[in-house]
């Protein structure tokens, strides 16, 4: 069993960055990929990015490569998303999961509450 607590979101202005965290409970933490998604107001949840278990493997959404970054330290227990250049469409609710890693929500096995992102324009 994994626990998953993320941290770290808030409302920032267009072009600002900010670093989201997502602690997990359990020792079996670095034997998980991890990913992070996003729920907008009104639409489906959707993957962002994902990283290996052993984060020598990353992946992005067409929308965020370039702006965004995964990473994980397996001594934490943490994955992290830095956000950066962040638009107003990246508003959502964004989750952590844990799981066997890919763009699809089924790979993923624990999932976090999530913590808000609003981007102003």
């Known amino acids: 069993q994994v626990q998953l607590v993320e941290s770290g979101g808030g409302l920032v202005q267009a072009g600002g960055s900010l670093r989201l965290s997502c602690g997990a409970s359990?020792?079996?933490?670095?034997?998980?990929?991890m990913g992070w998604f996003r729920q907008a107001p009104g639409k489906e949840r959707e993957f962002v990015a994902a990283?290996?278990?052993?984060?020598?493997?990353?992946y992005y959404a067409d929308s965020v490569k370039g702006r965004f970054t995964i990473s994980r330290d397996n001594a934490k227990n943490t994955v992290y998303l830095q956000m950066n250049s962040l638009k107003p469409e990246d508003t959502a609710d964004y989750y952590c999961?844990?799981?066997?890693?890919?763009?699809?929500?089924?790979?993923?096995?624990?999932w976090g509450q999530g913590t808000q992102v609003t981007v102003s324009s």
């Open positions: 999961a844990a799981g066997r890693g890919s763009y699809y929500q089924s790979e993923y096995d624990y």
């Open positions: 990283i290996s278990w052993s984060g020598g493997s990353t």
């Open positions: 359990g020792r079996t933490f670095s034997s998980y990929a």
